[in-house]
């Protein structure tokens, strides 16, 4: 709803999706935040024999660049949500949002491919600027394509070291340097590594950062025993129960940030196993 642009995924199909859920009789409690307005242990008091958590990973990473905290530099998680959920391109909406002219997006995920698009459409020149090559582009191979034909400018094997702003604090340039593929890395892919002395920059007046997101911490801190690992996924057997006694996860929450696919495989395994645990325990 709030991510995958309508030109991907039109909202229409994921509304008749929900609607197939409350047709089968599950009911839908919005405006809770778990952990905020009551925690999983109320929940739980309250008579729910079991809790699935399929809360994803949306908190937004940043680099710690300076001049990141510039005026036009967004989260795409924040620029794609103001778009996609608030409708903010529209002159009318009470918080448009900022049609930008030349646009950066740091990032080669699908979230990245998204947000330049978005800004595509907004009128802005877009470059997306990218630390390895087009092969290591973890972006769909479509996504790319589509991008590419909709006139986006690949920077690749270069990484943004710092935003540059004016006086009112806007975002005017980006510093970029040059970078080369050395020994692969633990995930297999090769390491980029910067060229010294190669820094360029780009006139910007707008940069959205899509370098990944994580899980946000909160219902891990309000509930007790709830471990994760070093990136704050939670910690999951391989039917989906977490460390907690018919506490299960499953989804971005626990793989990070990952696919549709992938969290509703997730979602079914999950159930099976609270379906089974709950009819022998009866
Ligand atoms: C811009 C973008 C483009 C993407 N493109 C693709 C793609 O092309 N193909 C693909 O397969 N995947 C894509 N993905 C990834 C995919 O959307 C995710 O992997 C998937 O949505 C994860 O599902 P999930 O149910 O785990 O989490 P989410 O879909 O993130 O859902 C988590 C839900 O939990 C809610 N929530 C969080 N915390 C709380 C709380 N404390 N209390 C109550 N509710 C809470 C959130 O509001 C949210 O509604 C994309 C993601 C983004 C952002």
Request: net charge negative.
């Given at each position: 709803?709030?991510g995958?642009?309508?030109f991907?995924?039109?909202?229409e ?20 935040v778990v ?10 008091e ?6 699935f ?13 300076p001049?990141?905290n ?13 778009i ?29 491919m998204?947000?330049a ?16 090559s ?6 769909r191979k ?24 004016n ?5 005017t ?20 590594v ?14 959205i ?5 994580s ?6 801190h ?29 989804g ?11 969290a ?10 609270i ?8």
């Open positions: 709803m709030y995958i642009p309508e991907r995924l039109p909202k199909i994921v509304q008749k999706e929900i609607g197939h859920l409350k047709e089968m009789g599950v009911k839908i409690v919005t405006n809770f952990g905020r307005s009551d925690s999983i242990d109320s929940i739980m309250q008579g729910y024999e079991a809790v958590i399929g809360s994803g990973a949306g908190l937004p990473n940043f680099m710690g660049l001049g990141e510039c005026k036009g530099v967004y989260s795409a998680n924040e620029f794609l949500t103001r996609n959920l608030m409708k903010a391109y529209r002159e009318e909406s009470d918080t448009p949002v900022q049609h930008p002219k030349r646009c950066v997006v740091v990032g080669g995920g699908n979230v990245a998204d947000a698009r978005c800004a595509r459409r907004l009128g802005a020149e877009v470059h997306i600027v990218y630390r390895r087009m092969e290591e582009l973890p972006a479509e996504e790319v394509e589509h991008a590419q034909e909709e006139g986006i400018v690949f920077d690749l094997l270069c990484n943004p070291v710092k935003v540059i702003g006086e009112e604090g806007w975002c340039q980006i510093e970029c340097i040059r970078m080369e593929l050395g020994e692969p890395d633990a995930s297999g892919r090769r390491r980029p910067p060229i010294e002395g190669s820094n360029f920059t780009i006139d910007i007046d707008c940069m950062m899509a370098i990944g997101t899980p946000n911490p909160l219902i891990r309000t509930t007790e025993g709830l471990e994760v690992n070093r990136k704050g996924c939670f910690i999951c057997d391989e039917e989906g129960m977490t460390s907690r006694e018919n506490i299960y996860a499953g971005d929450a626990v793989s990070g940030a990952a696919t549709v696919i992938n509703m495989g997730a979602g079914k395994k999950a159930a099976a196993a379906d089974a645990k709950m009819k022998n325990r009866s």
